[in-house]
Nanobody, 120 residues
Framework: VQLQASGGGLVQAGGSLRLSCAAS????????MGWYRQAPGKQRELVAV???????QYADSVKGRFTISRDNAKNTVYLQMNSLKPEDTAVYYC???????????????WGQGTQVTVSS
C-alpha cells in the first residue's frame, strides 16, 4: 500500500491545519494508523495513533489540541491540529502498521511526509 500525506503548510501560532493521509488500498486491514513527526535534529516521535477499533492515543504534548480520525470508506486518516505552537514545527509522516499473525512482528508503511511550520 502507498500512503500520500497532504495538508501541511505555514501557519501562525494559535492557528489550525488538517493533515490527510490517503492510502492506495484498504486501511481496514491495518491494526493501526498513525501520525509521527520529526523536527530538525530530533528523532521521529509518535503524535497520534488510531486502531482498527478506533481506540486513540496521543503524545502528551498534543493532547487536547490534536484529533486523529479515520474514514475507512475513503481509506483516509486525518489529523486535525488546533492551537498550533512553534514547537509543533516538523515534518509529519503518516504510518500504517499491521502485526504478523504468527510472529506478532510489526510491519510498517510510511508516507512521504508533509511539512508543518508554525510561526510565532
Amino acid at each position: 500500500v502507498q500512503l500520500q500525506a497532504s495538508g501541511g503548510g505555514l501557519v501562525q501560532a494559535g492557528g489550525s491545519l488538517r493533515l490527510s493521509c490517503a492510502a492506495s488500498g484498504s486501511i481496514s486491514s491495518f491494526n493501526a494508523m498513525g501520525w509521527y513527526r520529526q523536527a530538525p535534529g530530533k528523532q521521529r516521535e509518535l503524535v497520534a495513533v488510531i486502531t482498527s477499533s478506533t481506540y486513540t492515543q496521543y503524545a502528551d504534548s498534543v493532547k487536547g489540541r490534536f484529533t486523529i480520525s479515520r474514514d475507512n470508506a475513503k481509506n483516509t486518516v486525518y489529523l486535525q491540529m488546533n492551537s498550533l505552537k512553534p514547537e509543533d514545527t516538523a515534518v509529519y509522516y503518516c504510518n500504517a502498521r499491521y502485526y504478523a499473525v504468527v510472529s506478532g512482528r510489526p510491519n510498517d508503511y510510511w508516507g512521504q511526509g508533509t511539512q508543518v511550520t508554525v510561526s510565532s
